[in-house]
């Protein structure tokens, strides 16, 4: 219920929330999705801390999305949810550019769990001509 009254909060006229601290709430995805909800139509929160909540893709994409088409976030914390290091850098490249400081990496993660998947793929790319040039040799016994 946290994060739903959270939400009710951003929502509400009479509140003017500037900075919001959830972390190790519990708030999981529909939480984090009521939260985003009201992001969207608020015009004052300038930083989101959300960290430790269980929040997965889901939660954290419409987070981001709503902190990318707010008016005043700047910061949207969610470092140490259930988000593996694939999901973190997606979720970087979609904020890149953009005014939104977006701190998402988890602590039990090292630098390569979040190296650019466009390097594998390359490599698959590689490996898969290397397959199809051998496969034209006929095999003399």
């Not at 939480?31 to 929160?45: F, G, M, N, W, Y």
Request: include cysteine.
């Amino acid at each position: 219920a946290g994060g739903l009254d959270a939400a009710r909060l951003l929502s509400s006229p009479y509140f003017a929330l500037v900075h919001i601290w959830l972390g190790g709430n519990e708030l999981r995805d529909n939480a984090a999705c009521a939260i985003a909800e009201a992001v969207r139509s608020d015009k004052v929160l300038q930083k989101l801390w959300l960290e430790n909540n269980l929040i997965r893709m889901t939660g954290a994409h419409a987070l981001l999305t709503a902190a990318l088409s707010s008016a005043k976030l700047r910061q949207l914390t969610l470092e140490g949810n259930d988000l593996a290091a694939h999901e973190c850098v997606a979720l970087e490249k979609e904020a890149r550019g953009s005014e939104v400081h977006l701190r998402v990496r988890r602590e039990d993660y090292y630098a390569e769990d979040y190296e650019d998947d466009e390097s594998e793929e390359d490599d698959e790319a590689e490996f898969e001509a290397e397959a199809e040039d051998t496969d034209s040799y006929t095999a003399v016994g």
